[in-house]
């Protein structure tokens, strides 16, 4: 199982690298969350957004590669999917969005038996 965090690692940089199409414009946007961006600085957030997630992507790329930096690369991403889980709760998503909760969901059970594989090996 040497391989399995960063295995783990790599397949979650790989969801957190998913909003990073966003950065291209309103029409990706909209595609990738099922609504219409039509403010500006919506907009601007949204691709900025996918900016941040995009560095959360390599950070967690890196971080496969680097033993020191698994338990570091695991605390942030399922820090990270826990938020979106508990800031979404109770909203009306889109078709779009609904999938990427699963999606992430996903991630996060991932990432929980990468922590524990970190954990086992780490004693």
Known sequence: MRYGVPLIL???AVVHALPLVGVLGAGKLAQ????PVQDAGVELLLRHRAVLFGLLAAFMGYAA???ELHRLGLVVSVVSFLLLSWLQRGSAL???LVTAVR???VALALLVVGLALHLRRSH
């Open 10 to 12: 790599v397949l979650v």
């Open 65 to 67: 590669l680097r033993p």
């Open 32 to 35: 990738l969350y099922g609504t």
């Open 94 to 96: 889109s078709a779009p």
């Open 103 to 105: 999606v992430d969901g």
